[in-house]
């Protein structure tokens, strides 16, 4: 069984993606080690970043998720509109 992950991508907008992520990387990083995520990575792409988080539990995975600082990287993406995907996935 997988544990449960979390796909985050931000397009670019207004701004690239890669300033967004220098803008809010640490935060990310930061909250994946608060909650004690198992694996994580960056990935860059011609439109955009994509964050890939993984925790033990869906818990764990739903309290990074309602982090403060996560929420406030996640309002200012690029393009609010259209730009971010969140896809939820993996679990027991």
Same mark, same amino acid.
């Given at each position: 069984m997988s544990d449960p992950w979390l796909l985050i991508e931000v397009l670019d907008g207004e701004v690239p993606a890669s300033e967004w =992520? +220098? #803008?809010h990387g640490? #935060? !990310?990083l930061n909250a994946a080690i608060a909650e004690r995520a198992v694996r994580w990575s960056w =990935?860059?792409?011609r439109r955009g970043v994509v964050f890939e988080i #993984? !925790? &033990?539990t869906e +818990?764990? &995975?739903d309290e990074f998720r309602s982090r403060s600082s996560i929420k406030e990287a996640?309002? #200012?993406v690029p393009d609010p509109h259209y730009g971010l995907t969140i896809v939820p996935g993996g679990g027991d």
């Open positions: =992520r +220098r #803008a640490e #935060a !990310f =990935r860059v792409h #993984a !925790f &033990r +818990r764990i &995975r996640l309002a #200012a």
